[in-house]
């Protein structure tokens, strides 16, 4: 209404009051059609000023992301390097594998133990049977 009655103050004012409910394309394509940038551009300033304050806060906040994660595997990979350093320092738990050519390469049952005089050897597997020499 003001528009079409030329009164420019009134849009500047309209465009100040309403800020949040006036979208910028609708503001920029009325102030161009009605010669009246100059009374439209501290609203646009506000709005490239809030807007770009948006973007640079989300690039803030994708950044501090980023070096999180990274944070976060370099963490996993010390923890992985000490416990590798852990690991080489411990002996091994299991007993060495069978050299070849000794003992028949360790398979097979343990030789016979030989038992005390006047006694008959024991079995490779546990105790002679019970009632009999």
């Given at each position: 209404?003001?528009?079409?009655?030329?009164?420019?103050?009134?849009?500047?004012?309209?465009?100040?009051?309403?800020y949040?409910?006036?979208?910028?394309?609708?503001?920029l394509?009325?102030?161009?059609?009605?010669?009246?940038i100059?009374?439209?551009?501290?609203?646009?300033?506000?709005?490239?000023?809030?807007?770009?304050?948006?973007?640079?806060?989300?690039?803030?906040?994708?950044?501090?992301?980023?070096?999180?994660?990274?944070?976060?595997?370099?963490?996993?990979?010390?923890?992985?390097?000490?416990?590798?350093?852990?690991?080489?320092?411990?002996?091994?738990?299991?007993?060495?594998?069978?050299?070849?050519?000794?003992?028949?390469?360790?398979?097979?049952?343990?030789?016979?133990?030989?038992?005390?005089?006047?006694?008959?050897?024991?079995?490779?597997?546990?105790?002679?049977?019970?009632?009999?020499?």
């Amino acid at each position: 209404y003001f528009i079409e009655q030329g009164k420019k103050e009134c849009f500047a004012t309209c465009l100040f009051v309403c800020y949040d409910l006036i979208r910028p394309d609708v503001a920029l394509e009325l102030a161009w059609i009605n010669n009246m940038i100059d009374f439209a551009f501290p609203y646009l300033l506000q709005f490239i000023r809030e807007y770009s304050g948006k973007v640079d806060e989300l690039i803030k906040d994708k950044l501090e992301a980023q070096k999180e994660v990274k944070a976060k595997e370099q963490e996993e990979k010390d923890v992985m390097s000490q416990q590798n350093m852990y690991a080489q320092l411990l002996p091994l738990a299991l007993p060495a594998p069978p050299m070849p050519g000794m003992g028949g390469g360790g398979y097979g049952p343990p030789p016979p133990m030989g038992g005390m005089p006047g006694m008959p050897p024991m079995p490779p597997y546990g105790m002679p049977p019970m009632g009999g020499y």
